[in-house]
């Protein structure tokens, strides 16, 4: 099955710059609460957790959150790697 290079890209462009933010976020949150257990102070650190967890104040999106940043995680990735493959290919057969 032949990807249209032209849609992958798009995808990966649109795709891009809306999962920077929430995979940002999820990774210093995760990070800055880890330095507060091992500082021990967690406690006064709850409010990362929650931002961690996706409680962004009154929206709660706890049960999505995960599977949203999963999904765009994965899309990101798949789409980067058929991309980068494609130029492989297209590297090998110069070389040929």
């Known amino acids: 099955m032949a990807i249209n290079k032209a849609r ?3 995808l990966h462009y649109i ?3 809306i999962m920077f933010l929430p995979i940002f976020l999820t990774a210093i949150t995760g ?3 880890q330095v507060a ?3 021990g102070k967690s406690e006064d650190f709850l409010w990362l957790l ?3 967890r996706g409680k962004f104040g009154i ?3 706890e049960l999505i959150y995960p599977l949203l940043n999963a ?3 994965l ?3 798949i789409t980067g790697i058929i991309m980068w493959l494609q130029i492989n290919k297209k590297i090998k057969n110069i070389h040929k």
Do not use: K, M, N, W
């Open 50 to 52: 929650e931002l961690h």
């Open 15 to 17: 795709l891009a710059p």
């Open 37 to 39: 257990v091992i500082t």
């Open 71 to 73: 999904f765009g995680v």
């Open 59 to 61: 929206i709660d999106l």
């Open 31 to 33: 990070s800055l609460f």
């Open 8 to 10: 992958l890209r798009y």
């Open 75 to 77: 899309s990101i990735a």
